[in-house]
């Protein structure tokens, strides 16, 4: 299973980025999801979540401007983010609790996958 990040890049305050994230690989279901994000020296933090039925979380500095998503037939999940800030600049990580056909036959549980990041930059 992987999860493929993108959607990252420089952008002026004030601007709009939309992430997206894609899973892929034998796959019976996701269940939760999240996008998280690091600044240097700072720790990873989570930035918005999504159940499998849609219910959201938000970091609240970023309530109001981010809107995350998801497509379960794509398996992709995606950040809308608007009125970007400097201090919204960090890798954005997207991660997700995975079911595969195998974790189901033996029982083990759906485990959490993290995708490789992308950078976003919100600078004038």
């Known amino acids: 299973v992987q999860l493929q990040a993108s959607g990252g890049g420089l952008v002026q305050p004030g601007g709009s980025l939309r992430l997206s994230c894609v899973a892929s690989?034998?796959?019976?279901?996701?269940?939760?999801m999240g996008w998280y994000r690091q600044a240097p020296g700072k720790e990873r933090e989570l930035v918005a979540g999504?159940?499998?039925?849609?219910?959201?979380n938000y970091l609240d500095s970023v309530k109001g401007r981010f809107t995350i998503s998801r497509d379960n037939a794509k398996n992709t999940m995606y950040l809308q983010m608007n009125s970007l800030k400097p201090e919204d600049t960090a890798v954005y990580y997207c991660?997700?609790?995975?079911?595969?056909?195998?974790?189901?036959?033996?029982?083990?549980?759906?485990?959490?996958?993290w995708g490789q990041g992308t950078l976003v930059t919100v600078s004038s």
């Open positions: 690989g034998p796959i019976f279901s996701i269940n939760r």
């Open positions: 991660n997700a609790d995975i079911l595969t056909p195998l974790d189901k036959v033996r029982f083990t549980g759906s485990r959490s996958y």
């Open positions: 999504i159940s499998s039925g849609g219910t959201t």
